[in-house]
């Protein structure tokens, strides 16, 4: 069967289509690379490009591919402007959600893997959060995950639908150099970014209630990521009735901002000590997983630590940043 990975095209997507292909899977990439790199689709994968508002289209490739199920991560994701863009985010994230939904049960298309995100929960004020603790996005980027979950369910209860929401945690790293992000709106990147400037990371606020005072998350390699799409799009698959799972994909570890800092000096070598300013508006403090379910629903966990997240970034910054290296040479040679 071919499984049509709309985003594919993106960080996680391309990371998707791999890992489907290693698991034997056929897929057929749909990306309007706005943000998606034509070269990050492998060699055999056919690329439509397209925009999921794009209902004939859609139709087309449907039908073309004989496509079986939909994995679909094609979205906008900055929060902060999601704030400025309202609209836009409606339109992409829920509008071409809604457009796709229509083609694919159209099509009759038995199963749909829908892309969430663990903003869908805002400020949860649980130590670990589960998929019943409740959903108060912060952000219109939120609010389209959540309303986008909301859709997907209720069509799987109107048609029979299989449908899978994976609320993704903070994704970093790559699979290979070549797969990382090319984003900078992430910790990971954002601190990258200041050491190679050689100006000194910035950590947004040391006074949350906190251990060491700083915010923590539950950071998830993309390259596990990306598998537990794999086992979500094979247990729908593989389900003979109505499916519904809406699960959490994290690694259910809570890691400090101020520890994922210090990983990174001494990954990347760079001694340039962060500095603490003002905290940043709408950080929840505290955003951990509860990663049991999926486990128990996949059979899946993450294998990859963080210092494979950072170690991988930071071999993908460097191919895109070959400056990075240049400079800390360069500071290690004034030190000593
Ligand atoms: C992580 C922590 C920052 C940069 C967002 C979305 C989420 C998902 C991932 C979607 C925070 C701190 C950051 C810096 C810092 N998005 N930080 N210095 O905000 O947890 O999650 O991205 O697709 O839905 O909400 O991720 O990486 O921006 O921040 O101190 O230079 O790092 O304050 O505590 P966040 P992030």
Known sequence: MTWLITGGAGYIGGHVV?????AGERTV?????SSGLAERVPDGVPLVVGSTLDA?????????HE???VIHLAA???VGESVEQPLRYYRENVEGLRVLLDAVTDAAVPSFVLSSSAAVYGMPDVDLVTEDTPCVPMSPYGETKLAGEWLTRAVGRATGLRTACLRYFNVAGAKSPDLADTGVFN???MVFEKLTAGQAPRVFGADYPTPDGTCVRDYIHVADLAEAHVAAARRLAGSPGSTDLTLNVGRGEGVSVRAMVDLIAEVTGYDIPAEVTERRAGDPARVVAAADRVTAE???????DVREMVESAWAGWTRLHPEALRARAERT???G
Request: charged letters at 35%; glycine letters at 6%.
């Open 56 to 64: 004939d289209l859609l139709t087309r490739v449907l039908r073309d």
């Open 29 to 33: 990439v749909y990306d309007d690379l």
């Open 76 to 78: 906008k994701k900055q």
């Open 298 to 304: 996949l059979g899946w966990s993450a294998k990859r």
């Open 67 to 69: 496509v079986a199920g």
């Open 18 to 22: 791999r890992a489907m292909a290693a």
């Open 333 to 335: 040679r004034t030190e």
């Open 187 to 189: 910790l990971v990147p």
